[in-house]
């Protein structure tokens, strides 16, 4: 494969006075390359995230995106040169409709061009956008409850709606956290379902730890632990390694290894 | 798109004839002083009410606009048109240059600076700047006729707050219909959440707080056009409250909520004060009802009650 870095990190290093949540990790992924970050708890996996989106600066290291040095751009630069992300806890708008938590995400990508007067003044609930919008719905199956409040959703349901606001912005990379964390079975493969249809193109990054969630749907695993990227690359590998069985598993399980 | 101005058309009729209905109550002078209050309270609530940010200290963009009037026709022009278009530009302006100080924070803080601000104002007007603005005394407004729009006239009065409201209400109902309104409800919840949308939150914040403060201040200016004279009661930030009451009591985050908030709590500060000398006290009563009765106001209680009555149609 040819290399392209879309996103890179060098010697990124988080000090949240003394605890080092994220220690000198260097990573980096492809354009069009899936991804998952495994660890167990606490390995720094969502603090990582949190440097990447730019939540809050590193305390030592660059990142760049497309070769372009933006580790002190604010997050919401960050979104619109394409880097979005979703969060462990479901974060959609619980008091506005399901149809308005996507109207402000789908105005960015739409085409549909917003001056400033047209965006203080102009019905939010234009017919070409909201056409846009239901199409998103309509994809995850629920254009049904398009005007009903997001706090009426299931939880699986709500992390629908996160995932199609994530994939209505125009993704050029795609940061899930977590995102099969609180989901019954079945919702899991629904939700699995979804982004491996609508995985076109873009580049992704899973954090998740149990790790059969993930397998299939990423081509490279890195496993943290304690702030450091212990091992890369594939998943069958990666999980054999010694270091990562001893994190994951404790010393001595007696666990084929295998998936 | 005629449904809607049929619609929008049929909320000025219905506030118009509200107006109307408590005038024979209250008197022309004090169903104006309603309408004003009313004003007032819309841009509290914008603030408040849609985007989640209370404040302490909105006495302080009132006065302003207060001032502001008094000043302009005491110094510049009589026109009354003038005057109110300076004052607009005045609680803009202070919007303009204080909100990227007080945008930045949320919760206490928000409403503690906002009351921090509003005591240097306070101060500036009672005594710093007592040489120009009356001090405590206070000083008289005059403005000239023109034409049709003679303000010494209370009915004149009556009719151009009336207008003014309605505008008001136009305005803040086609903002929080519109994207951006959209966007002023998510960032009350919740506003991280927003800036990982792609949008710059400080920005509309900002906006916000500048509308508001502006509304504020025509608020202001209309007092001043009603009563004839400035006091720094109009600048006190202990009557704060009173804006934040109302807009309890009505519901916040609702356009109809404001409206009569505004009018209930004007209704009982005017009407109940004649009869008891300590009618706080039942505003204070008031109030606990209200917080654990009725948590989305009058409004928010009755439109709950519709649709619950709506949707039992439905089934």
Sequence with gaps: ?259 | MIEKIRKNFLDLVIITAAFFAVLPVFGLNRTTDFIIFCIFVLGFNLLYGYMGRLSFGHMLYLGVGAYTVTLFAEHVSKNPFLAIIASICAGALIGVIIGPIIVRTTGACFALINLAFNQVGYFLALVALSRWTGGEDGMSAYFTKLGLFDFGKKPVIFGFCLFSLLLTYLILKKLISSPYGILIKSIKENEIRVKFLGYNTFKYKWVTFIISTTISAFAGALSILNYGYVTPSFIDPSRAVEVIFATLIGGAGSLYGALIGGVAYMAISNYLASYISRWEMFLGFAMLIIVFRFRKGIWGYIKDKFTRQAEGIVR
């Design chain 1, 1 to 259: 494969m040819k290399e392209n870095p879309i996103l890179e990190t060098n010697d990124v290093t988080i000090n949240f006075n003394g605890l080092v949540a994220v220690d000198s990790v260097n990573f980096k992924i492809n354009e069009g390359e899936s991804v998952g970050i495994i660890g167990p708890n606490g390995a720094g996996k969502t603090t990582f995230f949190n440097l990447l989106t730019g939540f809050f600066p590193p305390t030592k290291g660059k990142i760049f995106f497309y070769g372009r040095d933006i580790t002190d751009k604010p997050p919401h630069k960050r979104v619109m040169m394409g880097i979005i992300r979703t969060f462990q806890l479901v974060s959609v708008f619980d008091h506005l409709s399901v149809l308005d938590n996507l109207i402000l995400s789908n105005i960015k990508s739409s085409g549909i061009s917003y001056s400033i007067g047209r965006f203080f003044f102009s019905e939010a609930h234009k017919p070409a956008l909201k056409k846009i919008c239901l199409e998103a719905l309509k994809i995850l199956g629920i254009e049904k409850k398009a005007e009903i409040m997001t706090s009426e959703l299931s939880y699986g349901d709500k992390r629908k709606l996160e995932i199609a606001v994530a994939l209505s912005m125009n993704p050029k990379i795609l940061l899930l956290d977590e995102p099969f964390a609180g989901l019954s079975d079945q919702e899991i493969v629904e939700v699995s379902r979804i982004i491996k249809e609508f995985k076109k193109g873009f580049s992704m990054i899973i954090i998740e730890h149990k790790i059969s969630r993930i397998v299939e749907l990423v081509e490279r695993l890195c496993v943290m632990h304690e702030g450091r990227l212990i091992a890369e690359g594939i998943p069958d590998q990666v999980l054999c390694e010694p270091l990562v069985r001893e994190v994951y598993w404790g010393k001595e399980d007696g666990l084929v290894c295998s998936v």
